[in-house]
Nanobody, 127 residues
């Protein structure tokens, strides 16, 4: 049973930084080839894609993240990180890690329905 566990959320002032991590637990196979993504959902809003990274080094960003956030996947550790800089109040949201463990990323990786495995989320609050 594969699980994704997020960590690193918290409260920060506008202009500050946070780093989120997502760890894959219970994946029994090697090598680890997965497309992993960060999504976020603010109160009263739909879930939106933030960034993706796969085990081959491909990375993509939504416009909301480009230039401020950096996503990376560590294939050996089966982790995904999101370094968020210059945070804004409008970045306040619950952030979710998602993964498709059977493919590398493609041009449709901004679609939530492409990811069968999700974490429970970690809260990011910017004031």
């Amino acid at each position: 049973h594969v699980q994704l566990v997020e960590s690193g959320g918290g409260s920060v002032q506008a202009g500050g930084s946070l780093e989120l991590s997502c760890t894959t637990l219970g994946y029994p196979y090697n090598p680890y080839d997965a497309c992993m993504a960060w999504f976020r959902q603010a109160p009263g809003k739909e879930r939106e894609w933030v960034a993706t990274a796969d085990s081959q080094g491909k990375r993509r960003y939504a416009n909301i993240a480009a230039g401020r956030f950096t996503v990376s996947q560590d294939r050996a550790k089966k982790t995904l990180t999101l370094q968020m800089n210059r945070l804004k109040v409008q970045d306040t949201a619950k952030c979710y890690c998602a993964a498709d463990l059977e493919r590398t990323c493609d041009s449709n990786d901004y679609l939530a329905r492409k990811y069968p495995v999700w974490g429970l989320g970690t809260q990011v609050t910017v004031s």
